[in-house]
C-alpha cells in the first residue's frame, strides 16, 4: 500500500520514455474471467531499455516482445517492468479480468448484464499493463468475442467486420482512425433497445446516431436524441467545430460512477442523464439531459481532438467543456436562469470546497488519487475562468482564440498554458496576470465602497481585493479580476461611464489590491450595480441600502443583476435574523422587504422562470458559507420563518398565480417549463398556509407529468404535511420496479426534515429497489441526507455522522470513487461547534484507522485531520 499512498506534483511531469502508435485489442468476454490480449506497437522516445507500464486488479498471463516469449520482466507493485528492450518492438500482453467483481466501476465491469468500461481518469490500467497517461496517444483496433446473448459489441470508431468464431461466438472488430489516450478508450457488450436517427453535417457528410437503452426504454431516449442533434448543429454554428467520425454512439447504463463518459463516438451515460419521458422524468432532468448530452459531445473537440498532457491539467477540457455546455444550455433556453443556477453552484459548493480541507486551484499541484479532482473547482469554476477569458476578449476575440488553439494543439496532448497563449496570442490581450486564477486557490473578496461628489460631479469606486489563505496554499496575490458594473440614475437610466473625458468599458480591470475608479460626469447620486453577471467567481462586499437594492430588483438592466439584488436584500434579512435567533429574538422581515418581492411576482414583463428563481432563497449550505462557524439551528430555523412569513404575506399573489398558470397540457417547450416552474415555486410557499394540504394533494392527484408530481411530494415532504405518506406510498407503490424513478422518492426520504428521519432512511435501504451497489440509489438516498439535510445530518447526538461513518466503512471497500464524495461534508468539521467537531472527526478517526482504506478516502481524510 505505502508507495501507492506517494502523492504526484504537477512540477514533477516527465515526457514519457515511450510512445505506442497503434494498440490491437482483443477481448474474450467472459463475466468472471475476460481474456485481453493487447498487441501494442511500442517505440523508445528517450534513451533507455527499460519500460514501466501500469496495471492493476488483475492476472498476467503472458508477455512478449516481436512475437517471441519475453522473460525479462518483473511485476512490482501496480506497475510491469520491462527491461533489456529494443527501441522499437511489438508488445504483446495477455490478461485476465474479472468484470463480475469490479464493484469500483472502474475498468470493465457488468451492469446489469451488460459489459461497459470506465477508463477516466486510470481506469485503462485495469484491462491491461499499459502507458496509462493521456499524452500516449495510439491508433486503437478492438475485436469483441463475446456468446451469442450480447448482440450489440461496441467498441470506438467504425465497425470494420464481424462474424462468428469456431466455437459459436460473435466476434466484432472496430477501428478507430483518431489517435487517443487510454482514458479515452469504451468497449461495450449486451443487449438493448436502439434509437437510430442522422445527422448531416455542414459539410454534408452524414453521421448515424445510435442510442443504446435497456430493453423497454425506446420511449425514453427521444429527448437525449434531439439534444444530441441540437448539440452538433449548435457546436457548427457558435464554434464552427463539426463532427469527424461515421457513427456516434450513446450507451445508457445504471451502474455509473459519474454523470457520462465522452470515450471517442461511444459515450457511455449514467442512465439518469439519458432517460427521460413525462410521467418519469422531471423538467430538471430534461434540461439535465441536454447539458449533459452536450458537454459530452462538446468534448469530441475540447477534450479528445484535443487532449490533456497529464491530469493536473484537467480543467483544459473540463472547465472549458463546462463553459460550452452552459452557452449551449443559455443559447438554447433562458441565459438569466442558466446563468443563476451556474452561480448558486459556485457561491455554494465550489466556495464551499475552496473553505475546505480540499481546496486546491482549478489546476491541482499535488494528486495522491486523481479521482479526487474532479471537483466543482476545476469543473465549475474552471468554467468560470474561461468565461472571464471570454469577458476580458470578447466573442470575436474568444473564437479566434478557439481556432488558433486547434490550429497549434489538434491531435495533441495540451497544458493549461497552452490555451492561455493560444487565447492571448490570437487577442493581442495580456493575460501575464490573469494566469494567476490557474495556481491560487482560494476565493478571493472584493470590498467595494463608493463616494459621490456633488459638486465635481465625479462617482469614486474604491475596490480592494483579498484572497484568505486557503488549506492548500498560504500565501496569496492579487489577481487579475474583471468587474463588470453599471451606474443608474434615480429613474432607472444608464449612467455613461467616463474617465479622463472618455467613455470607458464597463468591465473594469481590478489588478492591484486596492484601487480607485474616478467616473466623471455623473449628474445625480447615482445607483451602482456591481460584479454584473457574476463577472468573477468572487464574493463581493458593498454596503447597500435596502432601498438601493430594492431599485436595482427593478431598473437593473440586466436579469441576473435583478435577482442579484433580490438575493442581496433577503440576505441581509437572514443574516441580521441569524443573529437576532442567536440572542433568542424572533425573526422579522420588515413589510418593504415583502413589498419588494411582491413587486416581482405581479410584475408582468418578467419571465416565469426568472421569477421563479427571484422567489428562491439561497439554501442552507450557501448561508452555512457566509460564515466562519456555522450555527446549524439559527440558518434552519430563519430560512424557514422567512419561507413561512413571505408564504403569508403573499398568500394572496401566490395563490392567484397558482391557479392561473395551470396548463393542461405537458411540453418541454421553455416558456411551459418557466410556467411549471413558477407554480411550483407558489406551490412551495402556499403549502406552509393553511391551503397547503389540499392544494398538494389535489396537485399530486391531478398531475399529469412528473414535474408536477414531484413538486407536489416535495412540498409536502418540505413542509412536513400530514399527506406526506399517502403520496409517498402511492408513489412507491407506483414506481418501486424502476430504480432510477425512484431516486426521487430516495432523495425524498433523505431530505426529510423530520425529527425522525434517520429512522426512515434505514427503512428506506430495505426497500426492494434499493442497493449499496448502484451509485445513483446511494446519492439518491445518502447523499441527500449527507448534502441536502443539514438541520438533521448536523444532529447534536451525533446520530447522522454514525451513520455517515458506517456506510463510509462499507463504500471503501466497493466503490471508493463513491466514497470519497460522500465523504466532504465531514471534512468540514472544523466549521461547527465543538460538540460536534469531535463526533465528526471520531467518524474521520475511524475511517484512518481502517486497514484497508483505499487512497481516495485517505487523500481526503488525512488532509482534513492534519489541518
Ligand atoms: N470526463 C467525464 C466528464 O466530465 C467525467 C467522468 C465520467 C469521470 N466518469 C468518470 C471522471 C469516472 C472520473 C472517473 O464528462
Ligand atoms: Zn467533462
Not at 404 to 422: I, K, M
Not at 664 to 690: F, K
Request: aromatic share 10%.
Amino acid at each position: 500500500m505505502a508507495s501507492t499512498l506517494q502523492a504526484k506534483y504537477r512540477k514533477d511531469y516527465q515526457s514519457p520514455s515511450h510512445t505506442i502508435t497503434d494498440i490491437n485489442l482483443t477481448f474474450d468476454l467472459h463475466e468472471s474471467q475476460t481474456r485481453v490480449v493487447a498487441i501494442s506497437q511500442v517505440k523508445q522516445l528517450q534513451q533507455t531499455n527499460q519500460l514501466i507500464l501500469d496495471g492493476e486488479n488483475m492476472e498476467l498471463v503472458s508477455v512478449q516482445v516481436n512475437q517471441q516469449p519475453w522473460s525479462h520482466y518483473q511485476v512490482v507493485d501496480t506497475t510491469l517492468e520491462l527491461n533489456d528492450l529494443p527501441a522499437e518492438f511489438e508488445l504483446q500482453i495477455e490478461t485476465l479480468i474479472n468484470p463480475a467483481e469490479n464493484t469500483a466501476l472502474e475498468g470493465l465491469y457488468l451492469s446489469d448484464g451488460a459489459f461497459c468500461t470506465q477508463c477516466e481518469a486510470e481506469g485503462f490500467r485495469r484491462i491491461t499493463y499499459y502507458l496509462d497517461r493521456p499524452d500516449v496517444l495510439a491508433r486503437y483496433t478492438t475485436t469483441i468475442i463475446a456468446p451469442q446473448n450480447y448482440p450489440y459489441l461496441l467498441s470506438n470508431g467504425n465497425k470494420v467486420e464481424e462474424g462468428v468464431t469456431e466455437d459459436g461466438k460473435s466476434w466484432v472488430r472496430w477501428e478507430d482512425p483518431h489517435p487517443k489516450p487510454s482514458y479515452l478508450f469504451a468497449l461495450v457488450a449486451g443487449d438493448f433497445d436502439v434509437l437510430r436517427d442522422s445527422y448531416q453535417t455542414v459539410s454534408g457528410r452524414n453521421v448515424a446516431l445510435e442510442i443504446f437503452v435497456d430493453k423497454g426504454n425506446l420511449d425514453r431516449a427521444h429527448h437525449a436524441m434531439r439534444s444530441l442533434i441540437n448539440a452538433m448543429k449548435w457546436d457548427e454554428q457558435r464554434f464552427g467545430l463539426e463532427y469527424d467520425l461515421d457513427i456516434y454512439m450513446v450507451v445508457a447504463v445504471d451502474f455509473f460512477n459519474m454523470g457520462a463518459m465522452e470515450n471517442k463516438g461511444l459515450n457511455v451515460f449514467n442512465s439518469k442523464f439519458v432517460l427521460a419521458n413525462d410521467q418519469t422524468a422531471t423538467d430538471n432532468d430534461y434540461l439535465g439531459i441536454e447539458a449533459v448530452i452536450g458537454h459530452e459531445y462538446f468534448h469530441n473537440w475540447t477534450g479528445n481532438r484535443v487532449t490533456c498532457r497529464d491530469w493536473f491539467q484537467l480543467s483544459l477540457k473540463e472547465g472549458l467543456t463546462v463553459f460550452r455546455d452552459q452557452e449551449f444550455s443559455s443559447d438554447l433556453g433562458s441565459r438569466a436562469v442558466n446563468r443563476i443556477h451556474n452561480v448558486r453552484i459556485i457561491r455554494g459548493p465550489q466556495f464551499a470546497e475552496d473553505a475546505s480541507p480540499m481546496s486546491h486551484p482549478i489546476r491541482p499541484e499535488k494528486v495522491i488519487e486523481m479521482n479526487n479532482f474532479y471537483t466543482l473547482t476545476v469543473y465549475e469554476k474552471g468554467s468560470e475562468v474561461i468565461r472571464m477569458i471570454h469577458t476580458l476578449l470578447g466573442e470575436s476575440n474568444f473564437q479566434k482564440g478557439m481556432k488558433l488553439y486547434f490550429e497549434r494543439h489538434d491531435g495533441t496532448a495540451a497544458t493549461c498554458e497552452d490555451f492561455v497563449s493560444a487565447m492571448e496570442d490570437a487577442s493581442g490581450v495580456d493575460l501575464k496576470q490573469f494566469r494567476l486564477w490557474y495556481s491560487q486557490s482560494g476565493t478571493p473578496e472584493l470590498r467595494v465602497s463608493s463616494v459621490y461628489h456633488e459638486a465635481d460631479k465625479t462617482f469614486t469606486l474604491s475596490v480592494r481585493q483579498h484572497t484568505a489563505s486557503t488549506a492548500d496554499q498560504k500565501e496569496k496575490q492579487a489577481l487579475h479580476i474583471p468587474l463588470g458594473i453599471e451606474i443608474y440614475d434615480q429613474q432607472g437610466n444608464i449612467i455613461e461611464l467616463q474617465c479622463n473625458g472618455k467613455a470607458v468599458s464597463d468591465v473594469l480591470d481590478i489588478t492591484e489590491t486596492e484601487q480607485s475608479f474616478v467616473f466623471e460626469s455623473v449628474t445625480s447620486q447615482p445607483i451602482v450595480s456591481l460584479l454584473r453577471d457574476f463577472s468573477a467567481p468572487v464574493k463581493l462586499v458593498y454596503d447597500y441600502r435596502d432601498e438601493e437594492l430594492a431599485f436595482l430588483m427593478v431598473h437593473a438592466k440586466n436579469e441576473f443583476a435583478r435577482w442579484d439584488a433580490g438575493q442581496m436584500l433577503i440576505g441581509k434579512y437572514i443574516r441580521s435574523n441569524i443573529e437576532r435567533v442567536q440572542q433568542e429574538q424572533s425573526v422579522e422581515l420588515p413589510e418593504s422587504v415583502i413589498d419588494a418581492f411582491r413587486g416581482v411576482l405581479l410584475d408582468p414583463s418578467l419571465e416565469h422562470a426568472f421569477i421563479a428563481e427571484m422567489l428562491a432563497l439561497p439554501n442552507h449550505n450557501e448561508v452555512s458559507g457566509w460564515f466562519d462557524s456555522v450555527d446549524v439551528d439559527a440558518i434552519e430555523s430563519v430560512l424557514h420563518s422567512i419561507k413561512i412569513s413571505l408564504g403569508q404575506e403573499l398568500q394572496d399573489e401566490f395563490s392567484a398565480l397558482y391557479h392561473s398558470l395551470k396548463q393542461d397540457e405537458y411540453t418541454i417547450e421553455h416558456p411551459a417549463i418557466g410556467q411549471r416552474s413558477l407554480r411550483n415555486t407558489c406551490l412551495s410557499y402556499l403549502a406552509l398556509t393553511e391551503q397547503g394540504e389540499s392544494l398538494v394533494q389535489a396537485q399530486y392527484q391531478n398531475a399529469n407529468n412528473m414535474t408536477d408530481t414531484m413538486a407536489a411530494m416535495s412540498a409536502a415532504n418540505q413542509a412536513e404535511l400530514t399527506c406526506r405518506e399517502t403520496l409517498m406510498d402511492d408513489y412507491s407503490a407506483k414506481w418501486k420496479h424502476d430504480g432510477l424513478v425512484m431516486d426521487k422518492w430516495f432523495a425524498l426520504q433523505g431530505t426529510n426534515p423530520a425529527k425522525d428521519t434517520l429512522t426512515v432512511i434505514q427503512n428506506a435501504m430495505n426497500h426492494e429497489a434499493f442497493t449499496l451497489k448502484n451509485p445513483n440509489r446511494i446519492r439518491s438516498l445518502i447523499g441527500s441526507f449527507l448534502n441536502q439535510n443539514p438541520a438533521r445530518f448536523h444532529d447534536k447526538s451525533g446520530a447522522g455522522y454514525r451513520f455517515a461513518g458506517e456506510i463510509l466503512q462499507k463504500l471503501n471497500a466497493t466503490n471508493p470513487q463513491v466514497a470519497s464524495r460522500l465523504v466532504d461534508p465531514l471534512l468540514k468539521y472544523k466549521r461547527y461547534d465543538e460538540t460536534r467537531q469531535k463526533l465528526m472527526k471520531q467518524e474521520l478517526e475511524a475511517l484512518l484507522n481502517m486497514d484497508d482504506l483505499a487512497k481516495d478516502l485517505y487523500e481526503k481524510v488525512t488532509k482534513a485531520l492534519e489541518a
